[in-house]
């Protein structure tokens, strides 16, 4: 089972669409979870951290279940801009470097 | 804004050569990374280093080496290059502790020829 995985999509959805991505990582002891976003030709860059309790940020919703070790990202009300690919991303304890996901490609349209 | 620069956004050079990749970070940050990126193969680490004169090897070592002489500067070197070493390298400087956020540079696109 590789470490992190995502659907690579690609996710074409209409503006004002809803959508979420799901990722599973394999290390039950993982630590720290975040999502990344990359344009095309871009460097990768933090969209947001994802904290046990959930957490938002405007039209961005990250989650946690530790239980069947996966995170999520939900994007409401999608937007041309929210085109990109999301990259998931998990450390699995302190002092060790993080491990990225392949990413899932969104392409939002109008 | 914390800014990671990469000494070359494009670059070509031929197998066998050696080829240095310089990355400068601004954030007086102690933790400095490089990856590259393949199409299908997502982010792969090759180097990183937590420290001055220190280095750990990530999940793709072979083929390259680094330098860490200074803090703000993080070096990846290509002994003898190969085609196989054509890809997308990307440094990132990191805040550290356990929610750790990674700056990455914009990037060098290297061909071998």
């Known amino acids: 089972r590789k470490e992190v995985e995502q659907d690579p999509g690609p996710f074409n959805v209409p503006e004002g669409a809803t959508v979420a991505f799901n990722c599973t990582y394999s290390?039950?002891?993982?630590?720290?979870f975040f999502w990344y976003r990359q344009d095309c030709r871009k460097e990768p860059k933090l969209l947001m951290s994802v904290y046990s309790s959930g957490n938002e940020d405007g039209r961005f919703t990250a989650q946690l279940n530790r239980a069947s070790q996966y995170i999520s990202l939900l994007i409401r009300d999608s937007k041309l801009s929210d085109s990109a690919t999301y990259l998931c991303v998990v450390r699995a304890r302190a002092g060790t470097a993080l491990i990225f996901g392949k990413g899932t490609t969104l392409s939002v349209s109008s | 804004d914390v800014k990671v620069t990469q000494s070359s956004r494009y670059l070509v050079k031929r197998t066998g050569e050696k080829v240095f990749l310089e990355c400068v970070q601004d954030m007086d940050h102690e933790n400095m990374f490089w990856y590259r990126q393949d199409p299908g193969l997502g982010l792969r680490l090759i180097y990183f280093s937590y420290d001055v004169k220190m280095k750990e090897k990530g999940d793709i070592p072979e083929g390259y080496s680094v330098s860490r002489e200074k803090k703000e500067r993080f070096s990846l070197i290509l002994e003898s290059a190969s085609t196989n070493q054509t890809s997308m390298y990307l440094c990132a400087g990191g805040t550290g502790g356990a929610n750790e956020k990674l700056f990455f540079g914009s990037g060098t696109q290297l061909s071998v020829l």
């Open positions: 290390n039950s002891a993982s630590q720290s």
